[in-house]
């Protein structure tokens, strides 16, 4: 996001489902794709005055002429590339792109791409799925708190989205997309959750940006052309009340950072529960032993994060606080993973281990028994896996012995279960715990194997499978566990 411009990554379908596609060589622009993947993913950057530029992976910009060519060679924003959105008045939640500058529509016609027509038709009409990761935390732009699973309702009230209660996932629909809880109910525009995608479950949905008062952010509307809105004056219940558009009714759409809890050498978990100090000294496993960590890409090192938000850092004793309500460098973690445990090396340089007394210090300079952590991740009982070439899911449904592939256009939802020492167990939408064969991941499964997940930056991990090697992700689909060293293919965002 810039001072000038809303930015939101999303695919151009056309009304015969096929996306706008922006080829590797030549700048060549197609219609020919069923899938969304790299090439078919545009930025759409919203400006102030509510016009739109649209850009691919090579920050390219789409432009168009006066005789209604498109092409996307431009490598600044100019105004053959600066279009109107208009949102259909059918419900369908499409979108219209209309030049500024030549008063005409951008339309997908037998696999080409033209922007010649007055008038829009269902040639000039585009489902916009969005491009990200689909489990998402939802805060509102007015009232600067977050959403979350509270009973039968969906409350506004958080300041941090603690818990798998203040995940949902979004699935998408033929231009529309429903809100899933943590525990598999969806949102209806009434505001209550039902077990069933039943009408008034689905939502379409507008990227909006206004000067005055100051708009960024997503809208959601009902099928009666109502907004969703946190309603209420203290917590207020997520539901669909006006059919205009004010900060209350603008979301912002975020990662889920995960929250873990450390279990440390003695097998109890690292706790906040005396004062500031840190001390392995619980079986809980409440929001005192919870902890959030956050990837910090200038050092690929982490934060480590109280549900009151103070940050774990180290002393001039080396002892290992949480007292700082803001970042700095005493604050930052590196994570050396081993075989599916970690070591935790503070910012003096020292690994962290714990004491006679259980207190929490950094003054070891090598690795030993008191220094090996697990980390067991907390608030994510659900998983959607997303590598670069598109979403995990089983390659052939309907086989009796199915496979998962790398590539799919839709994911799987995956139910993760945590196991003794560390590792998970896995299970497909089909209810079977992920088997390892050979190299092979097959959902088939009556008793558990056991996986290790291990963290690598911002909401992405590395899968390590029962043979010791790691899951390996190909352009042709392929995922298996085949990599004995951690790689860029190896690397999923959940």
């Known amino acids: ?39 078919q993913i545009w930025t759409l950057e919203l400006n102030h005055d509510e016009t739109v530029y649209m850009k691919n992976r090579f920050e390219r910009y789409l432009t168009t002429d006066k ?77 600067k708190r977050y959403f979350g699973l509270v009973g039968n309702k969906i409350i506004c009230r958080d300041r941090i989205p603690w ?61 009666e052309g109502k907004y969703l809105a946190g309603v209420g004056s203290m917590s207020a219940t997520l539901k669909t009340g006006k059919k205009t558009i004010t900060d209350e009714e603008i979301f912002q759409l975020d990662d889920s950072h995960p929250q873990v809890v450390f279990v440390a050498p003695n097998e109890n978990n690292v706790s906040i529960q005396s004062g500031f100090g840190l001390s392995a000294i619980t079986e809980q496993e409440s929001e005192k032993e919870t902890f959030q960590i956050e990837f910090d890409y200038a050092t690929k090192k982490w934060y480590i994060i109280t549900s009151d938000y103070k940050y774990w850092s180290v002393s001039k004793s080396n002892k290992i606080e949480a007292t700082s309500a803001s970042r700095n460098p005493d604050c930052l973690f590196h994570f050396e993973w081993i075989c599916g445990a970690v070591a935790v090396i503070a910012a003096n340089g020292k690994y962290v281990g714990i004491q006679p007394n259980c207190q929490m210090i950094a003054n070891s300079s090598g690795i030993g028994a008191k220094n090996i952590f697990r980390i067991k991740l907390i608030n994510r009982h659900m998983l959607v896996l997303q590598g670069d070439y598109g979403y995990v899911g089983k390659k052939s449904p309907s086989s009796k012995e199915p496979v998962y592939s790398c590539n799919k256009t839709m994911y799987e939802v995956l139910q993760l279960e945590h196991g003794d020492n560390g590792v998970y167990y896995i299970k497909g939408d089909n209810g079977k715990y992920w ?21 690598m930056g911002h909401c992405v991990l590395a899968i390590r499978a029962p043979n010791t090697k790691y899951i390996n992700g190909e352009k042709s689909g392929g995922f298996e566990a085949t990599t004995q060293v951690i790689q860029k293919s190896c690397l999923w965002r959940f």
């Open 163 to 223: 818990g798998q209660n203040s995940i949902f996932t979004l699935e998408y629909h033929m231009g529309k997309y429903l809100i899933k809880t943590s525990d598999n109910r969806y949102l209806h525009k009434d505001g209550n959750l039902t077990g069933s995608k039943e009408p008034g479950t689905h939502f379409t949905w507008e990227l909006r940006v206004n000067s005055e008062p100051k708009i960024e952010g997503i809208a959601f509307r009902d099928d």
């Open 1 to 39: 996001m810039s001072t000038n411009s809303f930015s939101w990554p999303a695919g151009l379908q056309n009304s015969a489902f096929y996306f706008l596609t922006s080829e590797d060589f030549g700048y060549e622009l197609t219609i020919l794709s069923t899938g969304l993947n790299r090439k």
């Open 67 to 143: 005789c209604g060519a498109v092409k996307c060679e431009s490598e600044k924003r100019i105004d053959d590339g600066k279009f109107n959105v208009e949102f259909s008045p059918d419900g369908s939640g499409r979108w219209a792109f209309k030049s500024e500058k030549y008063g005409r529509y951008l339309s997908g016609i037998d696999q080409k791409v033209v922007c010649s027509s007055r008038k829009v038709s269902e040639k000039e009409l585009w489902y916009v799925p969005m491009a990200r990761h689909p489990q998402i935390v939802l805060s509102n732009k007015r009232r």
């Open 435 to 455: 088997n390892l064969k050979n190299t092979t991941i097959s959902p088939t499964g009556i008793n558990p194997q056991p996986f290790i997940l291990e963290f």
